[in-house]
């Protein structure tokens, strides 16, 4: 077997099964000021604000990752987390989406020889290993908050992503069944 292929090939998983996540939980919500709501407090995140800190994220990460640091002069972090303008649904998901294209067509253009390479991410040296670790575990956080959320949105008429109450023994649900990988 050939490792870093195997490792490539999983963390390129991985990062497809966060983005179907996100999408499968952003589609249960139906009313559009859900993407706005604030669970309790002023510091608490909505779902467009976790959005556009992703997406944010992601334009700054992933353009001219191998070459350029990850943390662009061009971005406004801070700016992702304001309560400024409100943007539609159409516009959030469109970010959204736009994010992992971008986030993707980059990981799918790595190649094994790529994970030793070296990457900078905010003045830090990072391996493109390192580096996709990190932003796998970051996403994988801001993926959680996200399903939080919506779930909290749908309420009752929340459909499960991954196993349904009740079904742990059952054995009928599994992970390849639904085209993930476990």
């Known amino acids: 077997m050939d490792f870093d292929r195997h490792v490539l090939d999983t963390v390129r998983a991985e990062f497809r099964r966060l983005q179907r996540l996100g999408d499968r ?29 992703v997406a944010g994220n992601m334009r700054s990460r992933w353009t001219d990752f191998l070459t350029t640091d990850g943390e662009k002069t061009s971005r406004d972090r801070d700016g992702e987390f304001d309560r400024g303008p409100r943007e539609s649904r159409e516009q959030l998901i469109a970010a959204w989406q736009a994010g992992w294209r971008l986030t993707l067509d980059t990981i799918d253009a790595l190649t094994p020889a790529d994970l030793a390479r070296t990457v900078v991410i905010r003045n830090e040296a990072l391996t493109v290993f390192e580096a996709l670790c990190r932003q796998l575990a970051h996403y994988a956080q801001h993926t959680g908050q996200l399903l939080l959320l919506a779930k909290h949105a749908v309420g009752a008429d929340w459909q499960s992503l991954s196993i349904p109450r009740g079904q742990s023994k059952a054995g009928a649900w599994s992970y390849r069944a639904h085209g993930e990988k476990p």
């Open 25 to 53: 939980a952003l589609a249960q919500v139906k009313d559009d000021d859900a993407f706005h709501a604030r669970l309790d407090q002023a510091e608490s995140n909505s779902m467009a604000i976790i959005i556009r800190h």
